[in-house]
């Protein structure tokens, strides 16, 4: 079984609707990431979390909504986005926030 | 200015060519250097992990980092078609500190 799984690996949603990113790590990680990669640009980083609090929010719009109900899993709930927030969102965990950061396969999402 | 920037590339390589991939950045405070490996539709696979100035070896892959010049290099010996990927490099102020990535950089290493 893959260290961190992300489901859907694909998602094509109207900018009205309201979905769900689900990202589970099953490394025994305490941090947990989420990411942004955008064609042609560097991965952005979105949230972080550490035992399950929230310790780091990159300025994201807060159309982008992140839930972390345990250490294992990591949502990330979208509601009314842009058509610029297509991109490849990525999950990532770490030991600690001071570890290396191991990542998942990502969810393509493109809005209509 | 960008605080890690990565030629985009795409580089292309026949196999066995020892392949030299860079990056530079601006802030001197950075102290961790990392680089990762991105297959198409896939999620970035950490390969080096680097503190500070000096080299780093693992196998064909070799990472050094001159912090006088502000410029990290990944060199892969005896290069596969396997190794056809983004090689993304990631810089960090201290650990557990935000990672900064370059764009990345494209390689084919052609049979």
């Known amino acids: 079984e893959t260290g961190v799984t992300q489901t859907p690996r694909h998602l094509v949603m109207g900018m009205t609707n309201k979905k769900s990113l689900k990202c589970e790590q099953h490394l025994g990680h305490n941090a947990m990431y989420w990411y942004k990669q955008s064609a042609k640009k560097p991965l952005e980083l979105m949230f972080v979390y550490n035992f399950k609090e929230q310790t780091e929010n990159n300025s994201v719009p807060s159309r982008f909504s992140p839930e972390c109900p345990n250490s294992s899993h990591l949502f990330l709930h979208l509601h009314t986005l842009q058509p610029e927030d297509s991109a490849l969102y990525l999950c990532?965990?770490?030991?600690?926030?001071?570890?290396?950061?191991?990542f998942g396969d990502g969810t393509r999402l493109s809005i209509l | 200015q960008k605080e890690v920037e990565q030629d985009p590339g795409p580089l292309s390589v026949p196999e066995g060519a020892i392949v030299s991939l860079n990056c530079t950045y601006s802030?001197?405070?950075?102290?961790?250097f990392m680089w990762y490996r991105q297959y198409s539709r896939k999620g970035p696979e950490l390969l080096m992990y680097?503190?500070?100035?000096g080299n780093k070896e693992d196998g064909r892959f070799t990472a050094q980092v001159d912090k006088s010049s502000k410029y990290i290099s990944l060199f892969i010996r005896d290069s596969q078609p396997s190794d056809s990927a983004t090689y993304l490099c990631?810089?960090?102020?201290?650990?557990?500190?935000?990672?900064?990535f370059g764009q990345g950089t494209e390689l084919s290493v052609k049979p």
């Open positions: 802030n001197s405070a950075f102290q961790y």
């Open positions: 680097t503190y500070s100035s």
């Open positions: 990631a810089s960090q102020y201290n650990q557990g500190g935000k990672l900064i």
């Open positions: 990532a965990s770490s030991q600690g926030l001071d570890q290396p950061q191991h």
